[in-house]
């Protein structure tokens, strides 16, 4: 499913991008003002952030 792939690399982009910035999952939480349990959901594709 397309909707599915875009979300798995979208995640992808999203762990990319905070490991090259040297965060962890919960210094990006609290950065976003979300919970950390939200950006592992986002970087597994568990979690649609398109609506």
């Known amino acids: 499913m397309i909707k599915k ?3 798995i690399k979208f995640g992808k982009k999203v762990r ?11 210094a990006l939480a609290a950065r976003a003002g979300v919970h950390r ?9 568990e979690k649609n952030i398109m609506f």
Do not use: C, F, P, W
């Not at 349990?37 to 594709?45: P, Q, S």
């Open 5 to 7: 792939e875009i979300l």
């Open 16 to 26: 990319d991008e905070r490991v090259k910035l040297g965060l962890s999952q919960e």
């Open 37 to 45: 349990t939200y950006i592992g959901m986002i970087e597994r594709a």
